[in-house]
């Protein structure tokens, strides 16, 4: 008789680990497309702000793109440097 017992709590513990073994995998399956979908959705987002940031550079008058001087006048330009700005406009005035 004890081996009967010993064999049902044998094959419990089979059956345990194989439906564990099942909501794991399917929680990392589903952490995995998660994953996958932000990463893309960052992407997308990252592209359409250099589209952006293209078109903006693209519509702006030449006066304000640079002049010879090197002094980028665009406020949304990364490379943008408000003093060198304010000081070629202050020379421009005087």
């Known amino acids: 008789m004890a081996s009967t017992g010993v064999n049902v709590l044998r094959y419990s513990a089979l059956g345990a ?3 564990y073994g099942m909501y794991h995998q399917a929680k ?6 998660l994953a996958a979908i932000n990463r893309e959705y960052e992407h997308k987002q990252q592209l359409i702000e250099k589209a952006k940031a293209e078109y903006s ?6 006066s304000a793109k640079k002049e010879d001087s090197g002094i980028t006048r ?6 943008f440097d408000l003093e060198a ?5 202050d020379k421009e005035n005087s």
């Open 74 to 79: 665009d406020p949304n330009d990364s490379k």
């Open 28 to 33: 990392l399956s589903s952490a995995a497309k």
């Open 17 to 19: 680990g194989i439906f």
């Open 57 to 62: 550079k693209s519509k702006l008058p030449p």
């Open 85 to 89: 700005y304010l000081n070629t406009i």
